[in-house]
Protein backbone atom coordinates (compact mmCIF):
# COMPACT_ATOMS: atom_id res chain seq x y z
CA UNK A 1 0.00 0.00 0.00
CA UNK A 2 1.71 3.12 -1.59
CA UNK A 3 2.23 5.67 1.89
CA UNK A 4 -0.66 8.04 0.92
CA UNK A 5 -2.84 5.50 0.54
CA UNK A 6 -1.65 3.83 4.31
CA UNK A 7 -2.01 7.52 5.62
CA UNK A 8 -5.97 7.29 4.28
CA UNK A 9 -6.84 4.27 5.68
CA UNK A 10 -5.60 4.91 9.15
CA UNK A 11 -6.97 8.92 9.02
CA UNK A 12 -10.23 6.87 8.22
CA UNK A 13 -10.00 4.38 10.65
CA UNK A 14 -9.22 7.22 13.59
CA UNK A 15 -11.92 9.70 12.54
CA UNK A 16 -14.32 6.56 12.54
CA UNK A 17 -13.29 5.30 15.93
CA UNK A 18 -13.34 9.16 17.35
CA UNK A 19 -16.95 10.03 15.60
CA UNK A 20 -18.30 6.93 17.95
CA UNK A 21 -16.48 7.85 21.01
CA UNK A 22 -16.80 11.84 21.35
CA UNK A 23 -20.47 12.68 22.36
CA UNK A 24 -23.31 14.66 20.23
CA UNK A 25 -25.79 15.79 22.93
CA UNK A 26 -25.24 17.02 26.39
CA UNK A 27 -26.17 19.37 28.49
CA UNK A 28 -24.23 21.99 26.78
CA UNK A 29 -23.94 20.69 23.05
CA UNK A 30 -21.87 23.87 21.52
CA UNK A 31 -19.15 22.30 24.23
CA UNK A 32 -18.98 18.85 21.68
CA UNK A 33 -19.17 21.12 18.81
CA UNK A 34 -16.47 22.76 19.23
CA UNK A 35 -14.60 19.57 20.33
CA UNK A 36 -15.51 18.09 17.18
CA UNK A 37 -14.35 21.08 15.39
CA UNK A 38 -11.25 20.80 16.48
CA UNK A 39 -10.98 17.40 15.64
CA UNK A 40 -12.36 16.72 12.37
CA UNK A 41 -10.66 19.62 11.10
CA UNK A 42 -8.18 18.34 8.34
CA UNK A 43 -5.72 17.37 9.96
CA UNK A 44 -2.82 14.78 9.04
CA UNK A 45 -3.29 12.41 11.66
CA UNK A 46 0.90 11.77 11.82
CA UNK A 47 0.65 10.75 15.53
CA UNK A 48 -1.96 8.34 15.55
CA UNK A 49 -0.77 6.77 12.00
CA UNK A 50 2.57 6.20 13.85
CA UNK A 51 0.65 4.33 17.04
CA UNK A 52 -0.97 1.94 14.18
CA UNK A 53 2.22 1.69 11.88
CA UNK A 54 4.35 0.60 15.27
CA UNK A 55 1.59 -1.73 16.09
CA UNK A 56 1.32 -3.36 13.18
CA UNK A 57 5.07 -3.67 12.53
CA UNK A 58 5.24 -5.60 15.60
CA UNK A 59 2.86 -7.93 15.18
CA UNK A 60 -0.60 -5.84 16.89
CA UNK A 61 -3.97 -5.72 15.72
CA UNK A 62 -5.36 -2.51 14.45
CA UNK A 63 -8.16 -2.52 17.58
CA UNK A 64 -5.30 -2.58 20.00
CA UNK A 65 -4.16 0.51 18.77
CA UNK A 66 -7.89 2.52 18.21
CA UNK A 67 -7.69 3.99 21.50
CA UNK A 68 -4.18 5.10 21.94
CA UNK A 69 -4.30 6.45 18.89
CA UNK A 70 -7.73 7.99 19.56
CA UNK A 71 -6.22 9.25 22.79
CA UNK A 72 -3.11 11.60 20.80
CA UNK A 73 -5.08 13.21 18.81
CA UNK A 74 -7.45 14.02 21.29
CA UNK A 75 -4.12 15.48 22.96
CA UNK A 76 -2.44 16.91 19.91
CA UNK A 77 -5.73 18.62 18.65
CA UNK A 78 -6.47 20.19 22.15
CA UNK A 79 -2.76 21.49 22.25
CA UNK A 80 -3.65 23.14 18.66
CA UNK A 81 -6.80 24.77 20.26
CA UNK A 82 -4.52 26.46 23.10
CA UNK A 83 -1.83 27.41 21.05
CA UNK A 84 -4.06 29.34 18.69
CA UNK A 85 -5.37 31.38 20.92
CA UNK A 86 -4.68 35.44 21.26
CA UNK A 87 -2.34 34.46 24.56
CA UNK A 88 -0.42 32.35 22.74
CA UNK A 89 0.45 32.39 19.03
CA UNK A 90 -2.81 34.40 18.27
CA UNK A 91 -3.57 32.67 14.90
CA UNK A 92 -6.80 33.38 13.05
CA UNK A 93 -6.53 30.18 10.50
CA UNK A 94 -5.83 26.53 11.12
CA UNK A 95 -5.31 23.80 8.46
CA UNK A 96 -7.09 27.18 6.22
CA UNK A 97 -10.36 27.35 8.43
CA UNK A 98 -10.77 29.81 11.27
CA UNK A 99 -9.23 28.64 14.64
CA UNK A 100 -11.28 27.38 17.00
CA UNK A 101 -11.74 30.58 19.28
CA UNK A 102 -12.74 32.77 15.93
CA UNK A 103 -15.10 30.20 14.79
CA UNK A 104 -16.96 29.84 18.39
CA UNK A 105 -15.37 31.80 21.30
CA UNK A 106 -12.05 32.35 23.11
CA UNK A 107 -14.44 30.78 26.72
CA UNK A 108 -15.57 27.90 23.94
CA UNK A 109 -11.82 27.20 22.86
CA UNK A 110 -10.36 27.00 26.38
CA UNK A 111 -12.93 24.57 27.04
CA UNK A 112 -13.36 22.70 24.60
CA UNK A 113 -8.78 21.85 24.73
CA UNK A 114 -9.51 21.58 28.24
CA UNK A 115 -12.42 18.89 27.56
CA UNK A 116 -10.14 17.16 24.76
CA UNK A 117 -7.45 16.83 27.14
CA UNK A 118 -9.76 15.02 29.94
CA UNK A 119 -11.47 12.94 27.09
CA UNK A 120 -8.08 11.59 25.84
CA UNK A 121 -6.97 9.76 29.18
CA UNK A 122 -11.05 8.61 29.96
CA UNK A 123 -10.83 6.72 27.33
CA UNK A 124 -7.51 5.91 27.32
CA UNK A 125 -8.23 3.09 29.70
CA UNK A 126 -11.87 2.77 29.05
CA UNK A 127 -10.63 -1.21 28.71
CA UNK A 128 -9.96 -2.15 31.96
CA UNK A 129 -9.10 -5.61 31.43
CA UNK A 130 -5.25 -5.46 31.41
CA UNK A 131 -4.60 -2.63 34.08
CA UNK A 132 -0.85 -2.66 33.83
CA UNK A 133 -1.16 -2.18 29.80
CA UNK A 134 -3.66 1.01 30.79
CA UNK A 135 -0.83 2.16 33.33
CA UNK A 136 1.73 2.02 31.30
CA UNK A 137 -0.03 4.08 28.15
CA UNK A 138 -0.69 6.61 31.03
CA UNK A 139 2.51 7.11 31.97
CA UNK A 140 3.78 7.36 28.08
CA UNK A 141 1.16 9.89 27.47
CA UNK A 142 0.73 12.57 30.07
CA UNK A 143 5.05 12.71 30.46
CA UNK A 144 4.78 13.64 26.95
CA UNK A 145 2.37 15.40 27.33
CA UNK A 146 2.98 17.49 30.66
CA UNK A 147 5.55 20.01 31.96
CA UNK A 148 8.87 17.44 30.41
CA UNK A 149 7.32 17.15 27.39
CA UNK A 150 4.62 19.23 24.47
CA UNK A 151 4.16 21.75 27.36
CA UNK A 152 7.70 22.60 28.04
CA UNK A 153 8.44 22.93 24.52
CA UNK A 154 5.47 25.39 24.27
CA UNK A 155 6.45 27.53 27.54
CA UNK A 156 10.24 27.80 26.28
CA UNK A 157 8.79 28.70 22.81
CA UNK A 158 6.64 31.41 23.93
CA UNK A 159 8.93 33.03 26.54
CA UNK A 160 11.91 33.27 23.79
CA UNK A 161 10.12 35.30 20.60
CA UNK A 162 12.44 37.38 19.44
CA UNK A 163 15.66 36.06 20.71
CA UNK A 164 18.72 34.36 19.51
CA UNK A 165 18.87 30.41 19.92
CA UNK A 166 21.53 28.33 19.91
CA UNK A 167 21.10 25.27 17.44
CA UNK A 168 20.73 23.44 20.98
CA UNK A 169 18.42 25.47 22.52
CA UNK A 170 16.25 25.18 19.49
CA UNK A 171 16.88 21.52 18.99
CA UNK A 172 15.72 20.84 22.78
CA UNK A 173 12.60 23.52 22.50
CA UNK A 174 11.10 21.39 19.50
CA UNK A 175 12.34 17.78 20.91
CA UNK A 176 9.68 18.60 23.86
CA UNK A 177 7.17 20.55 21.71
CA UNK A 178 6.87 18.36 18.44
CA UNK A 179 8.80 15.58 19.06
CA UNK A 180 7.68 14.69 22.91
CA UNK A 181 4.44 13.44 21.26
CA UNK A 182 5.58 12.08 18.05
CA UNK A 183 7.63 9.84 20.20
CA UNK A 184 4.80 8.93 22.38
CA UNK A 185 2.73 7.79 19.83
CA UNK A 186 5.73 5.75 18.97
CA UNK A 187 5.85 3.78 22.56
CA UNK A 188 1.76 3.78 22.59
CA UNK A 189 1.99 1.42 19.72
CA UNK A 190 4.75 -0.80 21.12
CA UNK A 191 2.78 -1.30 24.04
CA UNK A 192 -0.52 -1.57 22.59
CA UNK A 193 1.07 -4.89 20.72
CA UNK A 194 2.33 -6.11 23.56
CA UNK A 195 6.05 -5.77 23.08
CA UNK A 196 8.48 -4.91 26.07
CA UNK A 197 11.68 -5.15 23.87
CA UNK A 198 13.73 -2.87 25.28
CA UNK A 199 16.11 -2.66 22.05
CA UNK A 200 13.19 -2.28 19.80
CA UNK A 201 12.11 1.10 22.27
CA UNK A 202 15.78 2.30 22.04
CA UNK A 203 15.69 2.17 17.92
CA UNK A 204 12.64 3.44 17.42
CA UNK A 205 12.70 6.28 19.67
CA UNK A 206 15.84 7.28 17.87
CA UNK A 207 13.53 6.88 14.44
CA UNK A 208 11.10 9.21 16.56
CA UNK A 209 13.61 11.54 17.86
CA UNK A 210 14.62 12.06 13.77
CA UNK A 211 11.54 12.64 12.15
CA UNK A 212 10.30 14.67 15.17
CA UNK A 213 12.89 17.67 14.30
CA UNK A 214 12.51 17.02 10.62
CA UNK A 215 8.75 17.59 10.78
CA UNK A 216 9.50 21.30 12.53
CA UNK A 217 12.23 21.34 10.10
CA UNK A 218 10.16 20.96 7.31
CA UNK A 219 7.41 22.81 8.99
CA UNK A 220 9.89 26.25 9.38
CA UNK A 221 11.07 25.99 5.48
CA UNK A 222 7.43 25.91 4.83
CA UNK A 223 6.20 29.05 6.73
CA UNK A 224 8.41 30.89 4.00
CA UNK A 225 8.54 28.99 0.74
CA UNK A 226 4.65 27.61 1.43
CA UNK A 227 1.82 29.64 0.06
CA UNK A 228 -1.64 30.45 2.82
CA UNK A 229 -3.58 28.46 0.77
CA UNK A 230 -1.60 25.17 0.60
CA UNK A 231 -0.42 25.23 4.50
CA UNK A 232 -3.41 26.68 6.18
CA UNK A 233 -2.13 29.35 8.26
CA UNK A 234 -0.65 32.33 7.20
CA UNK A 235 2.52 32.22 5.15
CA UNK A 236 5.14 33.92 7.25
CA UNK A 237 3.36 34.16 10.10
CA UNK A 238 6.78 32.81 12.16
CA UNK A 239 8.62 35.28 10.74
CA UNK A 240 6.16 37.88 11.57
CA UNK A 241 6.68 36.81 14.96
CA UNK A 242 9.91 37.10 14.89
CA UNK A 243 10.11 33.13 16.09
CA UNK A 244 12.95 31.24 16.28
CA UNK A 245 13.37 28.89 13.39
CA UNK A 246 15.91 26.64 11.88
CA UNK A 247 16.01 28.88 8.83
CA UNK A 248 16.44 31.92 10.84
CA UNK A 249 19.42 30.00 12.63
CA UNK A 250 21.12 28.10 10.00
CA UNK A 251 19.54 29.91 6.62
CA UNK A 252 17.85 28.71 4.15
CA UNK A 253 20.35 26.00 2.72
CA UNK A 254 21.47 25.03 6.07
CA UNK A 255 18.01 24.33 7.23
CA UNK A 256 17.48 21.70 4.33
CA UNK A 257 20.62 20.53 4.58
CA UNK A 258 19.52 19.86 8.62
CA UNK A 259 16.31 18.48 7.29
CA UNK A 260 18.12 15.97 4.79
CA UNK A 261 20.30 14.55 7.54
CA UNK A 262 17.14 13.76 9.89
CA UNK A 263 15.60 11.93 7.12
CA UNK A 264 18.98 9.81 6.98
CA UNK A 265 18.91 9.33 10.68
CA UNK A 266 15.49 7.90 10.66
CA UNK A 267 15.90 5.40 7.92
CA UNK A 268 19.20 4.18 9.35
CA UNK A 269 17.40 3.51 12.26
CA UNK A 270 15.34 1.54 10.87
CA UNK A 271 17.58 -0.97 9.11
CA UNK A 272 16.85 -4.00 11.69
CA UNK A 273 13.38 -4.46 10.97
CA UNK A 274 14.18 -5.02 7.57
CA UNK A 275 10.92 -4.61 5.14
CA UNK A 276 8.64 -4.72 7.82
CA UNK A 277 9.47 -1.52 8.73
CA UNK A 278 8.82 0.22 5.15
CA UNK A 279 5.66 1.83 6.17
CA UNK A 280 8.07 3.63 8.64
CA UNK A 281 10.35 4.93 6.34
CA UNK A 282 8.14 5.94 3.53
CA UNK A 283 6.54 8.12 6.56
CA UNK A 284 9.90 9.64 6.89
CA UNK A 285 9.92 10.07 3.23
CA UNK A 286 6.20 11.80 3.96
CA UNK A 287 7.58 14.16 6.37
CA UNK A 288 9.93 15.39 4.32
CA UNK A 289 8.50 16.44 0.95
CA UNK A 290 4.78 17.20 2.25
CA UNK A 291 3.92 20.47 0.80
CA UNK A 292 2.05 21.29 4.08
Not at 53 to 81: F, K, R, T, W
Request: net charge negative; proline share 4%; hydrophobic share 40%.
Amino acid sequence: MAIKETLQHYQQRVDQYLDTVILRESLEPRLQEAMRYALFNGGKRVRPVLVYMVNQMLGGQPDQADAPAAAIECVHSYSLVHDDLPAMDDDDLRRGKPTCHIAFDEATAILAGDALQCFAFEHLVADDSDPARNLALIRVLSKASGDSGMVLGQAFDLSHVGKQLTLEQLEAMHQHKTGALLNAAIDLGIIASGCNDADTFAKLRQYGNAIGLAFQVKDDILDIEGDTETIGKPQGSDQEQDKPTYPALLGMEGAKEKLNLLHREAVTALESFGDAAQPLKELADFIVHRDH
